[in-house]
Structure formats: structure tokens, C-alpha cells
């Protein structure tokens, strides 16, 4: 029966949007997995602090302040790599609760621009790198809304169903070539940012978000379920794998205590 192997020491993982969350979780999950972690994000003080971190833990980390939706930075960011054994597309967000009839085009196209072509963009500039490790893993961190609507939903919506078309594609595309593309979609992770950003910084709007649900999923639930994805033997696809936490049937159908 084929187990899965520790990464050779030489195998770097990529994530994006590791300044907190979901990505900061992942590369702590990565790192001690055995894999040299390159933190990417907007926030350089939060990386290089999470680097450090690890480093002191004995773990390999290093800080790269990146902005994904910056196609210039990140060809740029490619050129410090030969080879690259896994790339976490993690970088994106919500912005806005607002009805189909009211919402902000800005909001739209900022979620575009971060949920799917950021993802383009690395996807594209490192699929060279991680087809040239013999063995590389692209995940592509989408979510429930890329897979279900929701009222209220239609902006963060439209794009995690890109991100995940943007996944199921490239599947197709590069089948053949020793690049696996899994995409992992989770439903409700409470996170320190996720429901503060989406609603512009309101404590009140984002604490309801999460009222009376007995456990959320935690950022480390899925950073868990990233790096058990990633660690499979290699010829192991997964496709898409979707969790939530089990207070959550469905997009719309969420028990809270009174
Ligand atoms: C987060 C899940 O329900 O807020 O990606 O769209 S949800």
C-alpha cells in the first residue's frame, strides 16, 4: 500500500495571503510537514513575524511581501525559484453582503480581481516551477460560495465559482504533466478577518455571522485538510474536497443555539 512520504527538505511550498487565517495556518501545517515555506502577503510586518517564528521552531520560512493581483511582482516573485513542490492559492476575501440590485461594482471587481486572477497570476508564473520539481501540487483555496449562491452572496459568490472553474480547467488542461490541482472549499471558518473584512470593519455585522453556531471551523481545520490533500502519495488527486463544520448543512442552512 502506497503511504505518503515526507517531503524531500528541498520541497518549497508557496502561500499566498499567509499574513493570517487560513494561509497563516497552512504554513504553519506545511512547516512542520517538512516543507520550506514561502510566506506571501501584502503585510510584511505579519510574515516576516510568522517566518521568524517558525524559524525558531526549527522549521525552514521565509517572508516575500507580495501582492497577488500585481502581475509585474509576481513574475518577479518566480524568478527566485528553480523549482516549487506546492503552491497554496489562499490570497482573497469577501467584500460586501449587498443584494444583486445594490451591490458595489468596485466590491465585484476587487473580489474578482484578488479570488481569481491573483490566483491566475501565480498559478500561471509558477506552473513551470512546480511541473519542473517532477512532482507539484497546485491548491486552489475557494469555498462553499464557489459551489452554491446565497442572497446576498452574488459578488463573493461569482468569484469562488471562478476560482473554482479557474481549478477544474487547469485539471484538464495539464493532465498528463506531474502537477496535481486540488481545490478545497470550506464553508464557515471563523478567522480573525474573514466576516470583519466583508463588512468594513463592523465588529457587530461580523459577530453575527457566526451567532450562536456551536464551532465554526477554525482556519487550522482547513490548513489541516490543505497539507493532508498535499502529502497524499502523488499519483492521489484530490479533486475537491468541501468542509464545513457540522452545525452547517448548506450554504443557507446553519443551526444556531438560541
Ligand atoms: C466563506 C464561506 O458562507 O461566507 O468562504 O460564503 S461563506
Known amino acids: 500500500m502506497a503511504t505518503a512520504a515526507p517531503p524531500a527538505a528541498s520541497r518549497i511550498a508557496v502561500v499566498t495571503g499567509a499574513s493570517s487565517g487560513i494561509g497563516a495556518a497552512t504554513a504553519r501545517r506545511l512547516a512542520e510537514a517538512g516543507y520550506r515555506v514561502v510566506l506571501t502577503a501584502r503585510r510584511k510586518d505579519r510574515i516576516e513575524a510568522l517566518a521568524e ?19 509585474a511582482a ?3 516573485f518566480a524568478t527566485a525559484f528553480e523549482t516549487i513542490g506546492v503552491l497554496v492559492n489562499n490570497a482573497g476575501g469577501a467584500l460586501g453582503a449587498d443584494p444583486v ?31 519542473a520539481s517532477g512532482d507539484g501540487v ?28 479557474l481549478a477544474e480547467t487547469l485539471r484538464l488542461e495539464i493532465v498528463g504533466t506531474p502537477v496535481r490541482v486540488v481545490e478545497i472549499a470550506p464553508g464557515m471558518v471563523k478567522t480573525e478577518e474573514f466576516a470583519l473584512t466583508r463588512f468594513g470593519g463592523d465588529t457587530e455585522r461580523a459577530a453575527k455571522v457566526y451567532e450562536g453556531v456551536a464551532e465554526p471551523l477554525t482556519a487550522d481545520d482547513v490548513a489541516e485538510t490543505i497539507t ?16 464545513r463544520p457540522r452545525a452547517q448543512a448548506s450554504n443557507t442552512k446553519v443551526h444556531r443555539e438560541p
Open 53 to 71: 517564528e517558525l524559524n525558531g521552531a526549527g522549521h525552514s520560512a521565509v517572508a516575500y511581501p507580495l501582492d497577488v493581483t500585481d502581475r
Open 138 to 165: 497546485v491548491v486552489v483555496v475557494s469555498s462553499t460560495a464557489g459551489h452554491g449562491t446565497y442572497e446576498g452572496g452574488a459578488g463573493y459568490v461569482a468569484a469562488k465559482h471562478g476560482a473554482h472553474v
Open 228 to 243: 493532508w490533500a498535499v502529502t497524499r502519495p502523488s499519483h492521489v488527486n484530490v479533486d475537491l474536497l468541501v468542509l
Open 101 to 131: 440590485a445594490t451591490g458595489d461594482p468596485a466590491d465585484w471587481r476587487a473580489m474578482y480581481e484578488t479570488n481569481v486572477i491573483g490566483t491566475l497570476n501565480l498559478t500561471q508564473a509558477l506552473l513551470p516551477k512546480l511541473e
Open 74 to 76: 509576481v513574475d518577479e
